[in-house]
Antibody, heavy 122, light 111 residues
Framework: QVQLLQSGAEMKKPGASVTVSCKASGFSFTTFYVHWVRQAPGQGLEWMGMINAGAGDSVHPQKFQDRVSLTRDTSTSSVYMLLTNLGSEDTAFYFC???????????????WGPGTLVTVSS | QSVLTQPPSVSGAPGQTVSISCAGTSSNVGSGFAVYWYRQLPGSAPRLLISENNNRPSGVPARFSVSKSGSSASLAITGLQAEDEADYYCQSYDSSLSGVIFGGGTKLVVL
């Protein structure tokens, strides 16, 4: 079955880090880019970056340059999103999504994971 | 503040036609970059609804169509049904930001 599965909900304290995983199945993982999009409760979608699942290079918007790290493991068809120095504003659902095999230009995200809720609270 | 501007909400009665706008700038939609639309039901992940040239994933009815003019794009839904009630997001690419951008989302209410 073609799908993206994500790790379970996380609760973290301010200043901590969190890693969310995204495991692909049913398609050729290394052919695509995997994007990360987050959504704070009741808010809109915010793009956090993408990783070339084959080559491993990644692109991030400036807002997340210093706090987000994307990695992949081709042996398990998994992508990992590390977000550091968490604050309350990072409380959100984090989605991984499959994008086309290029890094420049509009990217239709045609397959989404179910989302992982990360809650940051002291 | 989203780079693409959408109305917070639109509404219509069953059977009517509604349109959701997505306003961009010269560094994104106005540069000719494609616009994609997503639908999100409560408690679920977004799903790709329709692409430029009205390419629809399997299962999306032809009641959904898109158009673009200058720096703006629009999603039209004809023959509105109760099941269309959801949040709708537009998405494109911005050359100044060198990245993917989303609209702020529009909540469609079926009266």
């Amino acid at each position: 079955q073609v799908q993206l599965l994500q790790s379970g909900a996380e609760m973290k304290k301010p200043g901590a880090s969190v890693t969310v995983s995204c495991k692909a199945s049913g398609f050729s993982f290394t052919t695509f880019y995997v994007h990360w999009v987050r959504q704070a409760p009741g808010q809109g979608l915010e793009w956090m970056g993408m990783i070339n699942a084959g080559a491993g290079d990644s692109v991030h918007p400036q807002k997340f340059q210093d706090r987000v790290s994307l990695t992949r493991d081709t042996s398990t068809s998994s992508v990992y999103m590390l977000l550091t120095n968490l604050g309350s504003e990072d409380t959100a659902f984090y989605f991984c999504a499959r994008g086309p095999p290029y890094s420049v230009g509009p990217a239709p995200l045609d397959l989404w994971g179910p989302g992982t809720l990360v809650t940051v609270s002291s | 503040q989203s780079v693409l501007t959408q109305p917070p909400s639109v509404s219509g009665a069953p059977g009517q036609t509604v349109s959701i706008s997505c306003a961009g700038t010269s560094s994104n939609v106005g540069s000719g970059f494609a616009v994609y639309w997503y639908r999100q039901l409560p408690g679920s992940a977004p799903r790709l609804l329709i692409s430029e040239n009205n390419n629809r994933p399997s299962g999306v009815p032809a009641r959904f169509s898109v158009s673009k003019s200058g720096s703006s794009a629009s999603l039209a839904i004809t023959g509105l049904q109760a099941e269309d009630e959801a949040d709708y997001y537009c998405q494109s690419y911005d050359s100044s930001l060198s990245g993917v951008i989303f609209g702020g989302g529009t909540k469609l209410v079926v009266l």
